[in-house]
T-cell receptor, first 114, second 115 residues
Framework: KQEVTQIPAALSVPEGENLVLNCSFTDSAIYNLQWFRQDPGKGLTSLLLIQSSQREQTSGRLNASLDKSSGRSTLYIAASQPGDSATYLCAVRHPRSNDYKLSFGAGTTVTVRA | ETGVTQTPRHLVMGMTNKKSLKCEQHLGHNAMYWYKQSAKKPLELMFVYNFKEQTENNSVPSRFSPECPNSSHLFLHLHTLQPEDSALYLC??????????????FGPGTRLTVL
């Protein structure tokens, strides 16, 4: 059974500092990995999706890397802003192309102090 | 309306009540999902529907009963719930259950409190 772990569970940084969020998974045979953002009391918004054949994806200030062999992904957020305060979830998709199941981590709650 | 909507946004019910959660997607998708999100725990997949057919029941207790009358609407009927069922219930949709790259689009959730 795939298990996804996110450390730390919570993170507080001053505005302008770079954020580093970690995600690890126990079964390296994944189809893709996705990072989501969740604001309090809201649903999830997809930030970045990395296919298993890719090493990283970038969108603006966000960069996500994937090391499938070691079962790790890292989300970097450059020059953090108070608006980046949210919970960040990573999810891995199981290897079969017709298998929709996602395994989620419990998330890292980020607070960016102004 | 765009995206995935859920009603109600908040619900408080007693253990003997019967209520329903509603989800509607305006994206033309064919697959819809119910997830449960408890505090400090990972999202748990509950049910999956693809082209209105249930394709997954992740060992969910029978006090939760899903219904998918068409590809745009998904309901979760609740009866005789327990306090431990209090959680955020999220609905999601995707183009279908297969194919890549694909992502699931989530609604805002219904915050359920069982007294």
């Amino acid at each position: 059974k795939q298990e996804v772990t996110q450390i730390p569970a919570a993170l507080s940084v001053p505005e302008g500092e770079n954020l580093v969020l970690n995600c690890s998974f126990t079964d390296s045979a994944i189809y893709n990995l996705q990072w989501f953002r969740q604001d309090p009391g809201k649903g999830l918004t997809s930030l970045l999706l990395i296919q298993s054949s890719q090493r990283e994806q970038t969108s603006g200030r966000l960069n996500a890397s994937l090391d499938k062999s070691s079962g790790r992904s890292t989300l970097y957020i450059a020059a953090s802003q108070p608006g980046d305060s949210a919970t960040y979830l990573c999810a891995v998709r199981h290897p079969r192309s017709n298998d929709y199941k996602l395994s989620f981590g419990a998330g890292t709650t980020v607070t960016v102090r102004a | 309306e765009t995206g995935v909507t859920q009603t109600p946004r908040h619900l408080v019910m007693g253990m003997t009540n019967k209520k329903s959660l509603k989800c509607e997607q305006h994206l033309g998708h064919n697959a819809m999902y119910w997830y449960k999100q408890s505090a400090k725990k990972p999202l748990e997949l509950m049910f999956v529907y693809n082209f209105k057919e249930q394709t997954e029941n992740n060992s969910v207790p029978s006090r939760f009963s899903p219904e998918c009358p068409n590809s745009s609407h998904l309901f979760l009927h609740l009866h005789t719930l327990q306090p431990e069922d209090s959680a955020l219930y999220l609905c999601a949709s995707s183009q279908d259950v297969a194919g890549a790259p694909d992502t699931q689009y989530f609604g805002p959730g219904t915050r359920l409190t069982v007294l």
